[in-house]
């Protein structure tokens, strides 16, 4: 079983709509929680940390459900910019290694 | 804004030959890392440096694969006879430090290799 597994997509919406995705973790002792954007054959970049209580950053908000080992990042009043591909990150407790998931893709139509 | 380095940006080479990648993290970073990323895969973690010491190549297949920071900044990532499955993007990314919870990464723009 994969350490972080995401549904790939790609979630195809319009702009001004709502989407949202989840990504699962296996290991429950895990402590941090991130999301990464990453263009087309370009590098991730942080996009947001995830919180335990959630946390917001402008359109994107991030939920971390310990219980039930996903998180989640939804965004709201999609712009065509947002179009990308989400990598999910996980810190690897113990040896502080961050695990990527395959990353979850979006594109925002016009 | 400092960014992370990465030379060449794109490389093709015939299977069996040499490569060697470039990395020169953000100043000031002593963890350093080289990750490979397949497409429509996640960046694998290949070699981690804290300064110029390897703290974890457990992901390396060492039998072609070499990486140094001799000087604990820039880093060098080789691969030895190159072959058919290694094409992919080779990113590196840089940290302030190796501690849970509070590593963001920078990444430099990758380099494509392209094994024929």
């Known amino acids: 079983r994969k350490e972080v597994e995401q549904d790939p997509g790609p979630f195809n919406v319009p702009e001004g709509a709502t989407v949202a995705f989840n990504c699962t973790y296996s290991n429950s002792a895990s402590q941090s929680f991130f999301w990464y954007r990453q263009d087309c054959r370009k590098e991730p970049k942080l996009l947001m940390s995830?919180?335990?209580s959630g946390n917001e950053d402008g359109r994107f908000t991030a939920q971390l459900n310990r219980a039930s080992q996903y998180i989640s990042l939804l965004i709201r009043d999609s712009k065509l910019s947002d179009s990308a591909t989400y990598l999910c990150?996980?810190?690897?407790?113990?040896?502080?290694?961050?695990?990527f998931g395959a990353g979850t893709t979006v594109t925002v139509r016009a | 804004e400092a960014e992370v380095a990465q030379s060449p940006r794109y490389k093709i080479t015939e299977k069996s030959q040499a490569v060697a990648f470039w990395c020169d993290p953000i100043s000031g970073h002593a963890t350093l890392y080289w990750y490979r990323q397949i497409l429509g895969q996640g960046p694998e973690l290949l070699v981690q440096f804290q300064d110029e010491s390897v703290v974890d190549d457990s992901q390396l297949p060492k039998d072609r694969f070499s990486a140094e920071r001799l000087k604990g900044v820039d880093s060098t990532l080789k691969i030895q006879p190159a072959e058919l499955g290694d094409s992919a993007m080779y990113l590196c990314?840089?940290?302030?430090?190796?501690?849970?919870?509070?590593?963001?990464?920078?990444f430099g723009p990758g380099t494509r290799l392209t094994v024929l």
């Open positions: 990150v996980v810190n690897t407790p113990n040896d502080y290694k961050l695990s």
């Open positions: 990314a840089s940290s302030l430090a190796w501690v849970a919870g509070n590593n963001e990464q920078f």
């Open positions: 995830v919180y335990s």
